[in-house]
């Protein structure tokens, strides 16, 4: 290396200063590890600092808070600690053995992690990733990026507006704009039901009377400098446009909830193998990934629907972390987790079968009165109504773990019960 860089020993290092990598820092400042918590933006909290709506904290604390409020929780007690905060912070590589080079406003740090959690979320998925035809005028825009322009910077981005897929952030600003005034024509939703939570439909839609196009799409954009209109069309069962269904609509702002990718430009950079379906890490049941001491948690993941399981996933990765950092290992985790009947995704990908886990898993289709199971065995759960909206949370408590012993794979299944 160069003059001028300084070398650091640390525990445990956290990239993402978001819901998930503060929960990883506090667990492991707890239990007595040495940690890092390194965040690009001047603050932490992540995407939380945009989310002023309520709705935040039901799950984790039992009440409803807006989403700076939930992050002062975390930074509140991140302040008043002995984690290392570097913000403003920029890591530079991560290797395999988990030596890291980070920029920040005092210089360049070589650090050498005894264990790595990445904490980095997801982004939104663009308009070149959907592949929208038409020119490129301006008001054209991610659903996130118009939350944080009116949220933070206290700018609206239009007064007319339409809203291509159901995703919970499409759904939130929806209300959100119409609060300000502005009128939100529709959303649209390329699928036959909403890809985001249901009470999201009711509470930012149904309330307000937006419509919700299901089995639409747009199709085109008319505009130069700035947007004038889309043509909105609807799609048969293989999401192709049925010729005579267009329809133009007169709009100055659309924006795209078509869906979140997870954050894994450095999980390549370090060698760890990529889930296919989810764009995340495969990861154990303490979101240790495949390369020894580097973990994973949060929406760099999987999508995750409520932050209070980002931050649940959080807290047990950082229990990972402070125990591979302290004995350099943990329970191999040699049994498989598979998706079933009717699974989409199921994380983790492995258990070892010794420890209480809980596993969460998207389905591939609505259904009604099911139960969620692990093949082979008596653990179940019934549900009233799944979706591929809404994640589904199940605990395989200690009590439970003998049912496991005689297994090689853990099948997760989810079969109508009448």
Same mark, same amino acid.
């Given at each position: ?24 820092? +506090? ?46 929780? %975390? ?19 991560? @290797? ?29 998925? @663009? ?28 700018? *609206? ?59 639409? +799409? ?93 931050? *649940? ?13 302290? +004995? ?30 809980? %596993?969460?898993?998207?389905? +591939?289709?609505? *259904? ?11 653990? @179940?759960? %019934? ?36």
């Amino acid at each position: 290396m160069s003059k001028g860089i300084t070398r650091i020993k640390r525990d445990i290092v956290v990239i993402g200063g978001g819901p998930a990598g503060m929960a990883a820092a +506090t667990r492991g400042e707890e239990e007595g590890a040495e940690v890092m918590l390194i965040e690009r933006d001047i603050e932490l909290g992540g995407i939380l600092n945009q989310c002023i709506h309520n709705g935040f904290g039901v799950e984790l604390y039992g009440e409803e808070l807006t989403g700076p409020e939930y992050a002062e929780r %975390f930074t509140r007690k991140i302040e008043s600690g002995d984690i290392d905060v570097r913000l403003n912070s920029y890591v530079l590589s991560l @290797s395999p053995d988990k030596i890291i080079n980070l920029l920040t406003p005092n210089g360049v740090f070589e650090i050498d992690a005894e264990a790595v959690v990445l904490a980095t979320g997801a982004r939104e998925r @663009s308009r070149g990733e959907i592949r929208i035809p038409g020119d490129r005028p301006s008001g054209v825009m991610p659903a996130g990026t118009a939350q944080k322009f009116i949220n933070k910077k206290g700018f *609206m981005p239009g007064k007319k507006a339409f809203v291509l897929g159901s995703g919970d952030i499409g759904l939130i600003i929806s209300r959100r704009l119409t609060w300000e005034g502005a009128e939100v024509v529709g959303v649209a939703e390329i699928m036959d039901y909403p890809t985001g939570l249901n009470r999201n439909v009711v509470q930012c839609l149904h309330d307000y009377d937006i419509p919700l196009h299901l089995r639409h +799409t747009v199709t085109d954009i008319y505009g130069t400098n700035r947007l004038e209109g889309i043509e909105l069309s609807q799609v048969d069962e293989d999401f192709q446009p049925i010729e005579g269904s267009e329809k133009d609509l007169d709009v100055d702002l659309l924006l795209l909830s078509v869906g979140l990718v997870p954050e894994n430009d450095f999980f390549k950079e370090a060698g760890v193998t990529l889930n296919p379906k989810t764009r995340g890490a495969y990861v154990d049941e303490w979101f240790q990934t495949d390369v020894p001491g580097i973990f994973g948690c949060g929406n760099s993941i999987h999508i995750e629907d409520l932050v209070d399981w980002v931050t *649940m996933d959080g807290f047990r990765a950082g229990d990972g972390a402070v125990a591979y950092a302290g +004995t350099g290992g943990l329970p191999q985790a040699d049994k498989e987790v598979r998706a079933g009947e009717n699974v989409n995704y199921v994380v983790p990908h492995k258990v070892s079968g010794e420890d209480e886990f809980r %596993f969460a898993l998207r389905v +591939t289709e609505p *259904m009604e009165n099911v139960d969620i199971s692990i093949k082979g065995t008596d653990i @179940s759960s %019934f549900k009233q109504i799944v979706t591929p909206g809404e994640m589904e949370v199940e605990e395989v408590l200690e009590d439970e773990l003998d049912e496991l012993k005689d297994l090689d794979e853990v099948e997760i299944e989810v079969t109508r019960r009448f």
